[in-house]
């Protein structure tokens, strides 16, 4: 077991005990014992991490029959820097810049220990090497979007000369919807929506067909998509903007038939195979301009991520 002699028994944190809003449950506990590595695990000092919707819908506790028991530190993006490692643990070694999405299964039985702390410990499996050229706070944004992202795709059997329509293209997943249909799986045409101000920055991800929302209703437009990656929660409207034998993939429930709902695995092969997309700079991470929020100000950022304004991703940094 390789170890750094300055690792703290307790480490800083936010915690809550009790399921409801994240604004009146998240306490700052500076005394929470550091979480124990298993043998496949790795114990990781965080950098940054990024907030995701998921957050605040756990607790709520939207998924308590599945959720780890209580008090939870919240968070499941990290960026940071390997401390301890697992006798079993073969991809990283101590100093090794990680990152990733620390729950394999985001509603099953996640960690009690997140990413909103000094120290998180997560399995080998669910990290890669951070990319050169991304900073911790760019790569923080990440993980859960770009899986989700990625895997959406996959599972629609999204390919080269495909069209797609993206809902919520400005948002933490459709900003790299967007660019991953254009730039990695090859689409022919991309389209997403998002409202008046945000429509310069779909143009400049990648899509050839900006739709301002505000102004138009996307289902009534005459050109129809082979693919629809609903990141909204519109997927009734998106069913009437397929073509035939086209799909819809949604990640906000629920879904209407026969729109597919999908959740992520996270999956560190997935980054891995992403990195020279990343490295590149063909795909970017979009952080809102409030990024990043400082650690002692959780509840703003979470309230911030609440109003659904947010552009790309709410990001935490330093910690603490």
Do not use: C
């Not at 077991?1 to 506990?29: C, Q, R």
């Amino acid at each position: 077991m390789a170890s750094i002699s300055s690792i703290p028994s307790h480490i800083k944190t936010w915690v809550y005990s009790e399921y409801g809003n994240t604004e009146e449950i998240l306490k700052f506990d500076p005394n929470v014992p550091i979480p124990d590595i298993k043998e496949d695990q790795v114990l990781i000092k965080v950098v940054a991490t990024a907030l995701n919707p998921v957050d605040y819908k756990r607790a709520l506790g939207y998924f308590k029959n599945t959720d780890s028991p209580l008090p939870s530190v919240p968070g499941y993006d990290v960026a940071g820097v390997v401390v301890r490692v697992g006798s079993k643990v073969r991809k990283f070694k101590v100093g090794d810049e990680v990152y990733g999405d620390i729950n394999e299964y985001a509603v099953n039985n996640p960690k009690t220990i997140g990413t909103l702390a000094e120290y998180t410990a997560t399995e080998e499996k669910l990290l890669a090497h951070k990319p050169s050229n991304l900073s911790f706070i760019e790569a923080a944004s990440l993980p859960l979007a770009i899986i989700t992202a990625y895997q959406g795709l996959e599972r629609v059997d999204f390919s080269a000369g495909k069209s797609i329509l993206v809902l919520g293209g400005a948002g933490g997943v459709g900003s790299l919807v967007i660019q991953l249909a254009k730039h990695v799986f090859g689409a022919s045409k991309v389209a997403a929506t998002a409202s008046s101000a945000k429509l310069d920055l779909l143009r400049n991800l990648g899509a050839d067909f900006p739709i301002d929302y505000t102004k138009e209703n996307f289902e009534e437009l005459a050109e129809k998509f082979d693919v629809v990656y609903d990141t909204i929660g519109q997927s009734d409207k998106a069913l009437k903007a397929i073509k035939e034998g086209g799909k819809v993939v949604t990640i906000a429930p629920p879904a209407t038939p026969p729109a597919i709902p999908f959740f992520l695995t996270s999956d560190g092969a997935v980054l891995e195979k992403l990195q020279p997309h990343l490295e590149s700079g063909k795909v970017k991470p979009v952080l809102d301009p409030k990024s990043p929020f400082p650690f002692s100000q959780i509840v703003e950022a979470y309230s911030y991520l609440k109003t659904n304004r947010a552009i790309g991703k709410v990001v935490i940094h330093p910690i603490p």
